[in-house]
């Protein structure tokens, strides 16, 4: 059974960090093989894509909105992917997604409360 299991999200104030993991576990291929995306929900908003890192760890992207503020990585070792979040906004604040995602293979974590206020 593949598990995807996002930890780390909390309460922050403006400015403050916080680092999101994801363990994954139970896939059919090897971890390495899955592309990792980090996506985020607003109350009332779309789900949109926060941030992307390839199988191989060697290409990321990130949405403009946090860029030069978010950094994210893997550990093919461990099966983990991780969102390090500094200078954080109140408009950062929602709801954490991990994504894996291999050819018709996509598969979701049940997400992790980011909550950034004074």
């Known amino acids: 059974q593949v598990r995807l299991v996002e930890s780390g999200g909390g309460l922050v104030q403006p400015g403050g960090s916080l680092r999101l993991s994801c363990a994954a576990s139970?896939?059919?291929?090897?971890?390495?093989?899955?592309?990792m995306t980090w996506y985020r929900q607003a109350p009332g908003k779309e789900r949109e894509l926060v941030a992307l890192?390839?199988?191989?760890?060697?290409?990321?992207s990130y949405a403009d909105s946090v860029k030069g503020r978010f950094t994210m990585s893997r550990d093919n070792a461990k099966n983990v992917v991780a969102l390090q979040m500094d200078s954080l906004k109140p408009e950062d604040t929602a709801v954490y997604y991990c994504?894996?995602?291999?050819?018709?293979?996509?598969?979701w974590g049940q997400g992790t409360q980011v909550t950034v206020s004074s």
């Open positions: 994504n894996a995602r291999r050819s018709i293979f996509d598969y």
């Open positions: 139970g896939f059919t291929f090897a971890f390495r093989t899955y592309a």
């Open positions: 890192i390839s199988s191989g760890g060697d290409s990321i």
